[in-house]
């Protein structure tokens, strides 16, 4: 209920918005275009009538000139001029009496001097003969004497002005609604196509808040919106993931210290019990498991530490072939009681690799490690390293083993991940080796991965940078762990 109020509180908000700037846009542009609408025609009108009087006066002087000084001819031309204009035509002489009217002659011989609904211009003598009609007369009287005075009287103008512009404001009235109406629908569209991604995701992240972290929204719409969407759904798979480490995590501690702490408590309770002895074996199958546990939480921590960015790598110059030899000579004794051959294969005159030596070494033990547990007897395991670009050297640990399925390759690295879980289980592994030794690899500044063949063996590789960029990088996080799942940073 709240969604949909607070969704559709968005859509009222960005719709009355855009009708509010739409009312204001189109109000103030139709008040602006009526105004100078009405502007530009009156002073169109303006102009033409002026026009029209000065050719009314112009015909009038020209009249004079023609009855050689006289109003003889003034009444007749008065009716002419009356018919081609629409007007009403009243001429006075220079002495203000009327000489000639259009209307049946009722104003003749009395003084007339206009009002309100008149215009007026005077009839100038003109200097020149020619007129617009092609009349050629002298002059009767000097240029520039006024003659008279021509008035015109149109009763059907300020009506048909006041027509055109009600016609006016009504066409300015039709077309704003129209496109205010037309505004409208494209806002209506606009505000939906920018509100329902906000909508989607409002309503996705509430329903992640009450616990549905399955939750996504549908990539689409502008680039805004597709960024917004992209970005949720990232959000969201991240937490999903980071909910099932911790749920994993929690099921693979559990499941890591369910067998040691049963053994432990078999043998304390059958000690109580008087079935066994606490003798020297006892004992010692006691520490060999509370030192499985031991291994599980050092890795744990560890692990935690290389995730969390907290790892602390205390870099030297080394040679990774004396390194290597050093990590065989630790693992021949076990090699040899499974008659397993391990050989040395590095490069002569590698040059020395800013690392540290500790934390490669145990990268070394836990590949070698792995290899061993998975090599039967009279295999071979080929530990070497070689200069594989300029800045690049490259380490790998090989074994004619069992090799691994291609379903479960790309998980060999997972926190717990076992192939065979009870083999692993019964040679001590805790499930955690290659995943520190991944960690351990990209602190460095360098890349891991495995290859494998079913039944001839696998291939570990992992580089070096000659030059590191950092001396001291801390491991970066590649993806979200368990250990900072659950908040182990120390």
């Known amino acids: 209920m709240n969604e949909r109020r607070s969704s559709a509180s968005l859509w009222v908000r960005l719709l009355a918005g855009f009708a509010m700037v739409l009312l204001i846009a189109v109000l103030a542009t139709s008040l602006y275009s009526r105004h100078a609408a009405q502007s530009e025609f009156q002073r169109f009108v303006n102009r033409g009538q002026e026009s029209r009087l000065q050719n009314t006066a112009y015909i009038f002087a020209i009249s004079y000139a023609q009855s050689r000084g006289s109003w003889d001819d003034a009444q007749r031309t008065a009716v002419v001029a009356a018919q081609l204009f629409g007007d009403h035509v009243v001429v006075t002489d220079s002495n ?30 003109e200097r020149r003969r020619g007129g617009p009609f092609g009349m050629q007369a002298p002059p009767p009287a000097p240029p520039d004497t006024t003659l008279g005075t021509v008035y015109v009287e149109n009763p059907g103008a300020a ?6 512009l009600g016609r006016l404001q009504r066409a300015l009235l039709v077309g704003a609604g129209i496109g205010l109406l037309a505004a409208l629908v494209v806002s209506l569209y606009l505000a939906r196509r920018v509100g329902r991604p906000i909508e989607l995701v409002t309503a ?45 995590l929690v099921a693979d501690v559990a499941h890591e210290l369910r067998t040691p702490l049963a053994n432990i408590r078999g043998y304390l309770e059958a000690i109580e019990d008087g079935l066994v002895r606490a003798d020297e074996a006892t004992l010692r199958i006691l520490r060999e498991e509370a030192a499985q546990l031991n291994r599980l939480i050092d ?51 590698l040059p020395p690799v800013e690392i540290d030596a500790q934390r490669i070494a145990q990268v070394l033990q836990n ?124």
């Open 96 to 125: 203000g009496v009327v000489v000639a009217d259009s209307a049946d002659g009722k104003l003749l011989g009395q003084h007339f001097a206009g009002g309100d609904e008149w215009q007026q211009t005077a009839i100038v003598a």
């Open 159 to 164: 009506a048909d002005r006041a027509d055109f």
């Open 204 to 248: 996705a992240a509430h329903r992640m808040g009450q616990g549905d972290l399955a939750q996504r929204v549908p990539v689409g719409g502008g680039a805004e919106a597709v960024e917004l969407a992209a970005s949720f759904n990232k959000m969201a798979e991240n937490l999903a993931r980071s909910q099932e480490l911790r749920q994993q």
């Open 299 to 349: 890795d744990l921590q560890e692990l935690a530490q290389a995730e969390a960015g907290a790892l602390r790598l205390d870099r030297h110059p080394a040679d990774l072939g004396e390194l290597i030899e050093h990590t065989l000579a630790a693992a021949r004794a076990r090699a040899a009681e499974r008659e397993i051959a391990l050989v040395a294969a590095a490069e002569p005159d």
């Open 367 to 490: 590949l070698l490690g792995n290899a061993l547990r998975h090599t039967p007897p009279g295999g071979r395991i080929e530990v070497g390293a070689r200069r594989a670009a300029p800045a690049t050297v490259e380490v790998w640990v090989e074994d004619t083993g069992s090799g691994i399925a291609p379903d479960d390759l790309p998980h060999v690295f997972e926190r717990f991940y076992r192939a065979d879980s009870s083999r692993s289980r019964a040679t001590g592994g805790s499930g955690l080796g290659l995943t520190i030794a991944r960690q351990l690899v990209l602190a460095h500044g360098g890349t891991i991965g495995a290859t494998s063949e079913p039944g001839r063996g696998s291939r570990f590789t992992f580089t070096l940078p000659v030059e590191p960029s950092a001396p001291a990088a801390p491991a970066p996080r590649r993806e979200p762990g368990y250990a900072h799942a659950l908040g182990f940073h120390r």
